[in-house]
């Protein structure tokens, strides 16, 4: 006895089963329905405002990150010994540079939406 489904009876249950479909979601009716147009004064959140929040939020991320890595340091720096500490040092300089960077790029890009308006219209929304 073979428990594999043959072509034919496979088709038969595939069409049951979309027969099915169409009665329990009605799928006629949904693609008979039509569109309105929208509202061209209804004001919906700026792309470019969300962009650039976006952005910003990911600098403060990385920022965070990179402070969790260099706090460490500073105690570490605090305990060692005098031997060990221009190896530390460096190494709290070079995160304290990436640090000081991405909070300059932060800073412009806060300027920067600052004179992006947070909500526009729709009628005012860029062509994609």
């Given at each position: 006895m073979s428990t594999s489904i043959t072509g034919e009876r496979r088709?038969?249950?595939?069409?049951?089963?979309?027969?099915?479909?169409?009665?329990?979601?009605?799928?006629d009716k949904m693609t008979s329905?039509?569109?309105?147009?929208i509202d061209?004064?209804?004001?919906?959140?700026?792309?470019e405002y969300r962009?650039?929040?976006y952005q910003?939020?990911?600098?403060?991320?990385?920022?965070?990150r990179l402070q969790a890595r260099f706090f460490p340091l500073i105690e570490q720096a605090i305990d060692e010994?005098?031997?060990?500490l221009p190896s530390i040092t460096v190494k709290q300089m070079e995160y304290k540079t990436m640090i000081d960077k991405l909070c300059e790029n932060e800073d412009k890009l806060v300027e920067q939406r600052v004179q992006?308006?947070?909500?526009?219209?729709?009628?005012q929304m860029p062509d994609q």
């Open positions: 088709l038969r249950i595939q069409s049951k089963l979309d027969k099915g479909k169409s009665n329990d979601y009605d799928f329905f039509g569109t309105e147009p061209p004064d209804k004001e919906v959140v700026n792309p962009k650039l929040t910003i939020k990911k600098i403060r991320e990385k920022i965070q010994t005098l031997d060990k992006v308006r947070p909500r526009i219209k729709l009628g």
